[in-house]
């Protein structure tokens, strides 16, 4: 995998995801190739790729919710993995509300991210839905990407055991984030599984630094895989994606390609 891009690392850390809470996500006449199923205890799991296959993959949007782009992502992955991908809508139908000026309106946005982006709140769902793919006899593996509020929700997720058949096994398989908000160091000293972390220019370039540090001292270390994507934006690869930009594509292209590729070879297939 490159090295990170030869950016000036910032002072501070940002707060990558204002991006999102100020920029729209980009239209796409995409049209997804999969269907919407229920798991519990989810009412609404975007689902593609091979249903018999014994490898999941699980997808954990931003907070914009299904997206054509994100989507289409999502089934280049499941093609190229051989795998069943399935995108639980983690919000219920609750998209982050549009940004405004309007007082009320302002309040109504911030109500919703303080009820919905609760890393302890969504946990305790996601866990039952990942547990339930793992009582399966059919499942062998179950992996785990997410982008932007996703992506840093799945790194913290990549630390944490459930209770499957009797027995405490890591919640995954193995984990990435991409465009990750909030991207801290400190979010994978306790990690378990092997990890691809594919950031933007928007996440601080020092903190990714630290956390590649930090991955190389893992016993799984061979199998991470990072790339600093230092031309892409915040989003570049979910809603917010422009796919009829060139550089975009080209980012989006590339960054699914890295994405199958270590699915596959955490998996042992490549």
Not at 190 to 200: K, R
Not at 250 to 255: I, K, L, Q, R, S
């Amino acid at each position: 995998m490159s090295g990170p891009a030869t950016t000036s690392a910032p002072d501070s850390i940002p707060s990558s995801d204002e991006a999102c809470r100020t920029i729209p996500q980009v239209q796409s006449s995409y049209k997804p190739l999969g269907e919407i199923i229920q798991i519990a205890p989810y009412d609404n799991v975007y689902a593609v790729g091979d249903p018999d296959s014994s490898v999941i993959v699980v997808c954990l949007f931003d907070v914009f919710g299904f997206a054509p782009q994100t989507q289409q992502g999502a089934d280049i992955l499941a093609k190229e993995v051989g795998a069943r991908l399935l995108m639980p809508d983690v919000f219920f139908g609750e998209v982050l509300p549009p940004d405004s000026d309007i007082p009320e309106e302002k309040q109504k946005r911030g109500a919703w991210v303080a009820a919905n982006t609760n890393y302890d709140q969504k946990w305790e769902k996601i866990s039952a839905f990942v547990k339930s793919l793992r009582e399966n006899p059919n499942t062998s593996k179950v992996y785990l990407y997410g982008l932007c509020w996703g992506g840093k929700v799945a790194t913290l997720a990549g630390c944490e055991t459930i209770e499957v058949n009797g027995a405490q096994v890591p919640a995954f398989d193995a984990i990435a984030s991409l465009h990750p908000g909030r991207l801290l160091a400190s979010d994978v000293t306790n990690l378990l599984v092997p990890l691809a972390l594919f950031p933007s220019k928007s996440e601080p370039l020092d903190e990714y630094k630290k956390t590649v540090e930090i991955l190389e001292t893992k016993p799984f270390a061979a199998l991470n895989a990072y790339r600093y994507y230092g031309t892409m934006h915040h989003g570049w690869a979910g809603a917010r994606a422009d796919l009829s930009n060139a550089d975009n594509l080209a980012g989006f292209t590339d960054v699914y390609g890295r994405l199958a590729t270590f699915f596959s070879r955490v998996g042992g297939e490549k």
